[in-house]
């Protein structure tokens, strides 16, 4: 029997982040022909709302507050509740992003209810869903459901695929006031840093280097590589202490973790922090000029050779072949 899904849509500058569709497409098959409902905060745009329709929500609730335009877990999660509290869901998709790690617990936590985090695929079995996760930095995957009551997962982007953008659907867009109250904390202001190209989590490629850049300005050619294929740059720990470049991109256990369809390592040397963070990726190239680099033990494709001059080469050839 069909049963109604709620998904938290979450908006980065403007635009709903491709994992809300994501959570949708994974939604529907959960709701097994219920209804699938997109959940927005803040005062966001109608056009935000008709994007989660487009992708498979039957109807979207735009919860209204005036302490709901930045993210705080205290208004955030009495703003969710609210709406859990009128709808009833039997489901609660997230994507597993930093606002989704951090609310998810919590409203489970208030409903008591069960949570799956970081699920990477989910096979439905009967009325049952069973979900999948890697454990152990990556190096196993467990199969987990939830026994009783509310559904409720995180997905890790770039996992599930979305459903087919359909511009000719339509639902109801349902604007809600909720109530907010007793914060303890209140964002006054965010100072945003620069930041260029594509979202690194969220990346088709990335192309990420180590210690063996050996310098800022030897991180350019990969930016340039990673320009070129319409990736993102990221990189190791190891790059990052050694100032070369910014933690923000800090792929790994204490760093973001990806899952691009293609991931270039360039100078890393595959410590198991590092391919806690990226091994999930679907095709992993390594550039290394030691042919007993820990990271030749996962990658598909593997060159052995010195980046400075493997990386120019690519970006010769990528650009002769111009498909990107
Ligand atoms: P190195 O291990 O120094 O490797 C550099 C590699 O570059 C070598 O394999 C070398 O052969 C190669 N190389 C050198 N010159 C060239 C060249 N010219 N051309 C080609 N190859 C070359 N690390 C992370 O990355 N992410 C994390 O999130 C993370 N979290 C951690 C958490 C904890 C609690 C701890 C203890 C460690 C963590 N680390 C993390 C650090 C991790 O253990 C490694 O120290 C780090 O990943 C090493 O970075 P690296 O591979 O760039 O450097």
Redesign the pocket.
């Given at each position: 029997m069909g049963k109604k899904v709620l998904v938290l849509g979450e908006v980065r500058q403007g635009e709903l982040r491709n994992v809300s569709f994501e959570a949708i497409a994974a939604a529907k098959q959960i709701s097994d022909g219920g209804e699938v409902v997109g959940l927005l905060l803040g005062n966001v745009s109608q056009s935000l709302a008709d994007s989660m329709i487009h992708y498979g929500a039957d109807r979207v609730i735009i919860a209204h507050h005036s302490n709901l335009e930045s993210y705080t877990s205290d208004a955030y999660s009495q703003a969710v509740m609210q709406v859990i509290e009128n709808e009833n869901p039997k489901g609660i998709i997230l994507g597993h992003t930093s606002i989704g790690k951090d609310i998810s617990p919590r409203i489970a936590a208030k409903l008591k209810s069960g949570l799956i985090s970081d699920t990477t695929s989910f096979e439905m079995i009967g009325e049952q869903v069973v979900f999948t996760r890697p454990i152990y930095s990556g190096k196993a995957f467990e199969k987990k459901m939830i026994t009783d009551g509310l559904i409720m997962a995180t997905i890790r982007p770039n996992n599930i695929s979305s459903l087919q953008k359909n511009e000719t659907r339509s639902g109801e867009v349902i604007t809600m006031d909720v109530d907010i109250k007793d914060l303890r904390t209140i964002v006054k202001d965010v100072v945003r840093k620069a930041t260029t190209g594509v979202d690194l989590s969220e990346a088709k490629i990335v192309v990420a280097g180590?210690?063996?850049v050996?310098s800022k300005d030897g991180f350019k050619p990969l930016q340039e590589l990673a320009d070129l294929l319409g990736g993102a740059l990221g990189a190791?720990?190891?790059?990052c202490d050694a100032e070369y470049c910014d933690y923000s991109i800090?792929?790994?256990?204490?760093?973001k973790v990806v899952t691009p369809d293609l991931y270039i390592a360039?100078?890393?040397?595959?410590?198991?922090?590092?391919v806690?963070?990226m091994s999930n990726s679907k095709v992993i190239v390594a550039?290394?000029?030691?042919p007993e680099?820990n990271?030749f033990s996962i990658a598909d494709y593997g060159i052995v050779?010195?980046?400075?001059e493997v990386i120019p080469l690519l970006i010769e050839e990528f650009k002769s072949v111009a498909v990107y």
């Open positions: 180590g210690r063996g050996k190791s720990r190891g790059a800090q792929i790994g256990q204490t760093g360039c100078g890393i040397s595959g410590a198991i922090q590092h806690a963070g550039i290394n000029k030691d680099a990271i050779g010195d980046l400075y």
